[in-house]
């Protein structure tokens, strides 16, 4: 039994900061976790990454140390440090890229792809066409509004509608006293995205 976890503890050192990576992603961004088996793909893909840019690190530090000055020693508790270092910081900006859409749309512009950053285009058009919107409920009624947050998905969540405004059936606002409005976003039959104005 000794023997079996001298050898597991190694090995879970060696992926915890793959899996670090992984956590921060999908606690920082709207993608859904994926089953067991693909969260394990996901952290040995961080961990390949991360594994080979701290071999990079090792280089130019030990390179720098023979040729201007040397920092140190570089030995298995300064590797996991970098290790620990470069997830948290992979982990970031996996979240940045993903969340702000950057590489997906220079990949579009050079038509490597038609696709877009996002978990779905639900998100995606919440996230680009950032403005006013009326909320078409199932019951009829129409809100009008700014969507302070909205669900990640068309099915679950809930929207919080800021500045809500009732719209009754001749197209006129009812004015609310309320500052936010919460509606559930399986009462919401579709969207409208208000056109921008000047």
């Known amino acids: 039994m000794d023997g079996l976890v001298k050898e597991v503890i190694p090995l879970l050192q060696y992926l915890i900061p793959g899996f670090l990576a992984a956590w921060i992603f999908y606690s920082l961004t709207a993608f859904k976790r994926p089953d067991t088996f693909g969260q394990i793909v996901q952290a040995l893909i961080f961990t390949f990454l991360i594994q080979s840019l701290v071999v990079g690190v090792e280089m130019v530090l030990l390179w ?100 809500p405004c009732w719209i009754d059936t001749d197209g006129n606002p009812l004015p609310t006293r309320a500052e936010a409005v919460v509606i559930d976003a399986s009462k919401v039959q579709f969207v409208e995205f208000i056109k921008k104005t000047g």
């Not at 982990?91 to 969340?99: L, R």
């Not at 639900?122 to 509004?145: E, Q």
Request: aromatic share 16%; hydrophobic share 45%.
């Open 64 to 163: 720098m140390g023979e040729w201007f000055f040397s920092v140190g020693v570089w030995n298995a508790k300064v590797e996991t440090l970098w290790s620990a270092f470069i997830a948290v910081v992979m982990g970031f900006v996996s979240c940045n890229v993903a969340n702000s859409d950057k590489l997906h749309g220079l990949l579009r512009r050079m038509k490597v792809t038609t696709q877009n950053s996002f978990p779905c285009e639900w998100y995606s058009a919440f996230s680009s066409k950032r403005g006013f919107v009326v909320l078409h409920l199932t019951s009829g009624k129409r809100l009008f509004g700014w969507p302070g947050e909205w669900p990640s998905e068309p099915s679950r969540g809930q929207f919080v509608v800021e500045s």
